[in-house]
C-alpha cells in the first residue's frame, strides 16, 4: 500500500468499525466487519489518459489544480463509473484541453505501484486545430519534441510515456507496452 493509503474504518454496509485481518483463503490484510462479516477489498485507482498530437506537436495542459500545479502533463484523470478507459481519455482531453481527439489507439498500460494507480494511456489526433485551457488547466499548449518542457512535467508516467511515444514516433511504428513506473514524486504541490 502507498504512503498516501488511508485505512477503511468503518464498514460501508453496517457503519460498525472495521478491524484489519486475513480473511480465510486469502493472503492479504484486509478491512473486515466483525458486525457483518463484510469485506472490503482495496484496489487500485485506474487512471485514463492521452497523448495527442496535432501535426507533429504534442497537446499539454498546465495543471490549475493540485497535485502537482502549475507543471505540464498529457489530459489524464481517474476513471469515472460507467465509462470504458477510452471513453474516460476522451472525457478528460474535453475536460482538460477543450480538446476534440480521433484515430485514438492504446498505446500504454502503466503500473504506478508507489501511488496505487494504473495509467491506461491512448493516443490519438486532435481534430482540427481547436483546443484551450478549460477549468483544469491553465494553459493549452502544443509542443515539438524539442520543446517539451520535461523538467516541469507533473508526473514521472507522463514522462516515461512522451520519451517512449517519441522513440517510436521516430521509427514510424507504434507498440502496445506494459510498464512499470516505480519512482514518483514526494512533493504534491
Not at 460498525?16 to 485481518?21: G, S, V
Not at 496535432?54 to 505540464?72: D, E, H, M, V
Not at 489507439?105 to 493516443?123: A, M, S
Amino acid at each position: 500500500m502507498s504512503a498516501n493509503y488511508l485505512p477503511i474504518k468503518f464498514c460501508t454496509q453496517c457503519g460498525h468499525a472495521t478491524e484489519y485481518t486475513v480473511p480465510d483463503g486469502d493472503d492479504k490484510l484486509r478491512a473486515v466487519c466483525p458486525a457483518c462479516g463484510f469485506i472490503h477489498y482495496e484496489n487500485p485507482k485506474i487512471v485514463n489518459a492521452c497523448i495527442v498530437e496535432c501535426n507533429g506537436r504534442i497537446l499539454l495542459g498546465k495543471r490549475a489544480i493540485a497535485p502537482r500545479r502549475g507543471y505540464w502533463g498529457i489530459p489524464a484523470g481517474f476513471m469515472e463509473l460507467g465509462e470504458t478507459c477510452r471513453e474516460g481519455a476522451l472525457r478528460e482531453c474535453k475536460e482538460e484541453l477543450c480538446a476534440n481527439v480521433g484515430k485514438v489507439e492504446l498505446f500504454g498500460v502503466y503500473n504506478v505501484v508507489p501511488k496505487d494507480q494504473v495509467h491506461v494511456i491512448f493516443r490519438g489526433e486532435l481534430l482540427g486545430e481547436k483546443f484551450g485551457a478549460c477549468h483544469e488547466t491553465l494553459e493549452a499548449r502544443l509542443f515539438r519534441e524539442n520543446e517539451i518542457p520535461w523538467d516541469k512535467l507533473a508526473f514521472p508516467v507522463v514522462v516515461h510515456a512522451l520519451k517512449r511515444y517519441f522513440q517510436e514516433r521516430a521509427f514510424g511504428q507504434f507498440s502496445v507496452r506494459e510498464q512499470n513506473v516505480l519512482e514518483d514524486f514526494n512533493d504534491c504541490e
